[in-house]
């Protein structure tokens, strides 16, 4: 939830944005048009003024139009920038969730995130060494499929604790875990 709420509120100030230079029809209007306080509109075809053509516009104005296009331009950058300065910064977990699936090392690399990674042995120490931890002290937990293969378990419990990493700060669950 909290990494959609910049990316909805960014994209609504993009679509009011183009909204203004594509004429989706949302957002505020220009000015232009009728000028009737009642807002009503003539429907009288002699009452529009024609549009003027390519050949009839003076230098002047054509370069009036072109300073149109640039400020447009410009401020579809700016806005575009403004966009491009919020960005998502993953959160990370407070321990190290390993899950032996196999030969496999698969960790859960984002809080709150069910997607895991497979990592290497000395990747997961060198993660453990970032994360916090719980407020009990356990820094990796460990847990493992049906599939999961005993001598994997087994290196790296073995590596955790050449790491030096204590007993109670490895939550090793012996109940075995269907893949997410």
């Known amino acids: 939830m909290r990494k959609r709420v910049p990316v909805v509120i960014g994209g609504g100030i993009a679509l009011l944005i183009a909204s203004q230079y ?26 529009s003024s024609p549009i003027p053509s390519l050949d009839s516009l003076t230098p002047s104005d054509e370069t009036t139009a072109g300073d149109d296009v640039d400020d447009s331009d410009d401020a579809m950058r700016e806005a575009a920038s403004e966009l491009e300065l919020t960005p998502v910064i993953p959160v990370m977990p407070s321990v190290v969730d390993v899950l032996i699936d196999g030969n496999q090392y698969l960790v859960q ?44 378990d087994a290196a790296l419990m073995k590596r955790l604790r050449e790491a030096g990493l204590d007993d109670d700060q490895i939550d090793a669950r012996r109940q075995l875990v269907e893949l997410p």
Request: charged share 20%; net charge negative.
């Open 109 to 152: 690399t984002e809080a709150e995130q069910p997607s895991r990674k497979a990592m290497s042995i000395e990747d997961i120490i060198a993660f453990a060494g970032t994360v916090e931890g719980e407020p009990s002290g356990i820094l990796v937990r460990v847990a493992r499929t049906p599939n999961a293969v005993a001598a994997a």
């Open 22 to 47: 594509l004429d989706f029809g949302l957002g505020f209007t220009d000015g232009e048009g009728n000028n009737d306080p009642q807002g009503q509109v003539s429907m009288d075809p002699g009452s």
